[in-house]
């Protein structure tokens, strides 16, 4: 078995066995990223010096019987975690020249944990997209299908897991950016509850909604990651101080019993059919593990993405204030005055989706339209919550469609705003609501691959992960890889 095929639980435990050496892992892969990632461009930066660093002090702590369980195992990040010494772009010309100067909680817990950094990834700008065609530096495309789009906004590390360029990465969920690249590009990805994952030193979009997670092969993997990922940090006012279960060891329970509810709300005219039919195999397939399966109705739930599409500018219009020309980022050439200044450094560095998305928060934040836009919102937002809060009275988890279509053509959606926003119609309402999400590949349309979503509530990751997994052990869709990155 080739060591890009094995998932990261596997490669873990060859490490373990000493079959290969850290160095000899990171080698490995930073070859397969010098010779495919031209053709998908799910990098931004490669690490290469300080991944082969990594690795050599991950064999050494390994000799002295100091290595942990994720030891030597090589990772990416999105680009939108600030690593210490190392280009901290989010996609963005307003950042290009940024070099973060000190680490991500969630880049130094992994740091810890042992794991090599072999770079960043492309990203859709400020995280601000649904297919990664925003970037500065262009679009990723889907190792599945060259032509199509992988999905966004962590498009990058999505391509770029999927492609087996890397074994594991993480990514940032504030609509469905790691679910809906999960679900388009045939890998599972996480978003745990809101707080469960530091924030601390991950650029922010919309605060209220941004949640770090990972995009692995398997429920195994994210299960694995995230571990050494989640739990309190005194640094982010939002984090949760709310014990972190041990979601490896939990991933054995049993479906047998657990209830399930499929969201009526997500088998609408807007599903496409062939997408929808392999769902339903998927769902058909885990009422044959031994969960009930009901029909559950979230009626508001329709309304996440006008909702989305309020909240989400607003904190980001108040977000990206900051980006000035005046302390770091991009500073235009010769400013005649202050205004000049902020006028042009602003509209040089900021792209044309990011505008779109400031002038819109601005504008619903503004004296005689709050009341009307972003207050009516934030009241439709607690209806959404309290649909989720009868749901999970009734059951486990709930099941759905990740992505009404498979992947779709670069250029395709790019120039119509609101049907590129209706690609993230069944992933919102999570962020919306706080709750822990994940997709799971189950099937294909064509060569393209198709999503399962599993929705748990507050702090259920472990349920998630178990279901995913359980379902997992039944398919191997996960498994497969695209033609020619095998």
């Known amino acids: 078995m080739s060591l890009h095929t094995r998932s990261l639980a596997e490669l873990a435990a060859g490490l373990r066995a000493k079959e290969f050496s850290a160095v000899e892992l990171t080698r490995h892969f930073l070859a397969r990223i010098e010779q495919a990632n031209a053709g998908l461009n799910a990098f931004v930066t490669v690490t290469a010096e300080r991944a082969l660093a990594d690795a050599a002090r991950a064999d050494a702590a390994r000799a002295a019987g100091r290595a942990g369980p994720l030891s030597g195992v090589p990772l990416a990040h999105k680009d939108i975690f600030c690593t210490d010494g190392i280009k ?133 993997d994210c299960a694995l990651l995230l571990g050494a990922m989640a739990g309190f940090d005194p640094r982010d006012s939002t984090s949760v101080d709310v014990p972190v279960p041990d979601y490896a060891a939990g991933l054995a329970t049993s479906l047998k019993g657990v209830k399930l509810g499929v969201l009526k709300e997500f088998f609408s005219a807007g599903l496409d059919a062939a997408t929808g039919a392999r769902v339903e195999a998927a769902i058909a397939q885990l009422r044959a593990l031994g969960a009930d399966v009901v029909e559950v109705s979230c009626p508001n739930l329709p309304l996440s993405v006008p909702t989305y599409y309020v909240v989400a500018p607003a904190e980001c219009s108040s977000n990206l204030s900051r980006f000035d020309g005046v302390r770091f980022g991009h500073r235009c050439q010769g400013p005649k005055d202050l205004l000049d200044l902020y006028k042009r450094s602003r509209g040089e560095g900021f792209g044309a989706e990011v505008k779109r998305r400031i002038m819109t ?126």
């Open 88 to 220: 901290t772009s989010c996609g963005s010309r307003m950042l290009d020249n940024f070099v973060a100067p000190y680490d991500a909680t969630v880049v130094e817990r992994l740091a810890a944990a042992g794991t090599v950094l072999l770079g960043k990834t492309n990203m859709d700008e400020f995280a601000m997209g649904s297919s990664n065609e925003t970037s500065y530096y262009g679009p990723v495309r889907n190792p599945w299908d060259p032509a199509t789009v992988p999905g966004g906004s962590s498009g990058g590390s999505a391509a770029a897991v999927a492609a087996r360029l890397v074994p594991v990465a993480t990514g940032t969920d504030t609509g469905g950016s790691i679910r809906q690249p999960a679900a388009l590009v045939g890998i599972s990805g996480i978003k745990p509850t809101y707080g469960r994952v530091s924030r601390y030193g991950m650029i922010a979009f919309a605060s209220s909604l941004d949640q770090g997670g990972v995009l692995a092969p398997s429920a195994e």
């Open 361 to 486: 928060g601005t504008y619903v934040l503004s004296a005689g339209y709050y009341d009307a836009y972003y207050l009516k919102a934030q009241k439709v937002r607690s209806l959404i919550n309290a649909d989720f809060r009868r749901a999970f009275a009734e059951v486990d988890l709930l099941v759905g469609p990740t992505s009404p279509t498979p992947a779709f053509a670069i250029g395709a959606k790019v120039d119509d705003p609101i049907t590129m926003y209706l690609n993230d119609i069944y992933t919102i309402g999570a962020n919306l609501a706080g709750l822990p999400a994940m997709s799971v590949p189950c099937g294909f349309v064509g060569n393209l691959p198709v999503g399962l979503q599993l929705i748990g509530p507050h702090f259920g990751e472990a349920r998630v992960l178990a279901a995913a997994h359980a379902y997992q052990c039944e398919t191997d869709f996960h498994r497969r890889l695209p033609a020619g990155f095998a």
